[in-house]
């Protein structure tokens, strides 16, 4: 692992409740920064001390070692790597899965690097106490047990460095199956999303079309109604009329009749006083009953106020 493979690291999106890409982000250059300065003072103190032990002239040499711990790392520990926590997002977030087992396998190398370091300060620190005259020159000498410790480290740092990539390796798979199960996740969310918002659709579209049946059917029904209610009404109105014409004619017939009998009664009474007339003419043999009957005429043509012509044309 190298802090480009630290800074080059991609994690999956996750719908919802995702981790802060900013803070993974930000913490992923910190750690890559801590893991490059902590793998650049390994490989100088693995060089200083190689050229030391091998017999080279220390004159040539910096004249001191390069520091075991530089400041860029003096705050940061495995279990401060695997310590660390970000705020999450509702939408859009890192996956804390992904997150959280890259942080392991970043926790485990640089813990890998910690130690190699300490093993190389401690030789360091054997190597300055068995001699501080460093700075003369001295013919080359060979120290068979730094010489066996130092291909121990390397075959040690070798076997970290291995067991890294494998683990890096595994990491990838986890991270790419947890990648896999997220989209499925993803995909399986968004299908039930357009699954309940088509049912939604249809059932709106079924509400509506059932409203619209409804309506047309009481508009069909109402003009049912109005239609049998204007047909009675005529119906009614016809019959009504059918009715006043008889009776027109009825009371034209009645009218009629009561005229006709008017009339007869006039040339009844008129007949009477004809007879009467007549006795009387009969009965006073001096002319007196021709002038009572002239005045009786004067009178009752007065009286009723009209003769039997004037009923007829009234007929």
Request: charged share 30%; aromatic share 6%; net charge negative.
């Given at each position: 692992?190298?802090p ?5 690291q991609?994690?999956s999106?996750r719908l919802?409740h995702g981790?802060?890409?900013k803070e993974v982000?930000a913490?992923i250059?910190?750690?890559?920064e801590?893991f490059?300065?902590?793998?650049k003072?390994?490989a100088?103190?693995?060089a200083?001390l190689?050229a030391v032990?091998g017999g080279?002239?220390?004159?040539r040499?910096a ?5 075991s711990?530089p400041?860029?790392i003096s705050?940061?520990t495995?279990?401060d790597i695997?310590s ?12 804390p899965?992904e ?6 396998d970043v ?8 130690k190699?370091?300490?093993s190389?300060a401690a030789r360091?620190k ?13 013919p ?12 121990d480290?390397?075959s040690?740092?070798?076997s ?5 990539r494998?683990?890096?390796a ?5 991270v790419e199956?947890l990648?896999t ?5 993803v995909e ?7 699954k309940?918002a ?8 079924e509400?509506q079309?059932?409203?619209l049946?409804?309506a047309?059917?009481s508009k069909?029904r109402l003009?049912?109604e109005?239609?049998r209610?204007?047909?009675?009404a005529?119906?009614?109105a016809?019959?009504?009329t ?6 027109e004619?009825a009371i034209?017939?009645?009218?009629d009749?009561l005229?006709q ?8 009474m008129r007949?009477?006083l004809?007879?009467?007339h007549?006795?009387?003419?009969a009965?006073d043999?001096r002319?007196?009953?021709r002038?009572?009957?002239d005045t ?6 007065s009286?009723?106020g009209f ?6 044309k009234?007929?």
């Amino acid at each position: 692992m190298t802090p480009e493979d630290i800074r080059s690291q991609g994690f999956s999106t996750r719908l919802f409740h995702g981790l802060s890409p900013k803070e993974v982000g930000a913490f992923i250059e910190d750690v890559a920064e801590a893991f490059g300065a902590l793998q650049k003072t390994n490989a100088s103190l693995a060089a200083w001390l190689k050229a030391v032990e091998g017999g080279a002239d220390r004159s040539r040499l910096a004249p001191e070692p390069p520091q075991s711990h530089p400041p860029e790392i003096s705050w940061m520990t495995p279990d401060d790597i695997r310590s660390q926590r970000f705020s999450t997002r509702f939408l859009y977030g890192l996956s804390p899965e992904e997150v959280g087992a890259f942080v392991e396998d970043v926790a485990e190398a640089f813990g890998a690097l910690q130690k190699t370091n300490a093993s190389l300060a401690a030789r360091l620190k054997a190597v300055e106490g068995a001699d501080r005259s460093w700075l003369a020159p001295e013919p080359p000498q060979t120290h068979p047990p730094v010489d066996q410790a130092l291909r121990d480290a390397e075959s040690q740092a070798e076997s970290v460095i291995r067991a890294a990539r494998e683990k890096e390796a595994a990491a990838l798979g986890r991270v790419e199956l947890l990648r896999t199960t997220a989209m499925q996740e993803v995909e399986a969310l968004l299908h039930d999303a357009r699954k309940r918002a088509q049912a939604l659709v249809d059932e709106a579209t079924e509400r509506q079309a059932a409203a619209l049946a409804e309506a047309e059917a009481s508009k069909s029904r109402l003009q049912l109604e109005a239609e049998r209610y204007m047909a009675e009404a005529t119906e009614k109105a016809a019959s009504l009329t059918v009715e006043a014409r008889e009776e027109e004619r009825a009371i034209r017939k009645e009218i009629d009749r009561l005229t006709q009998s008017h009339i007869q009664l006039l040339d009844d009474m008129r007949t009477t006083l004809n007879t009467f007339h007549e006795w009387l003419e009969a009965v006073d043999p001096r002319g007196r009953a021709r002038d009572r009957r002239d005045t009786f005429e004067m009178s009752g043509t007065s009286g009723n106020g009209f003769d039997s012509s004037d009923g007829l044309k009234a007929g």
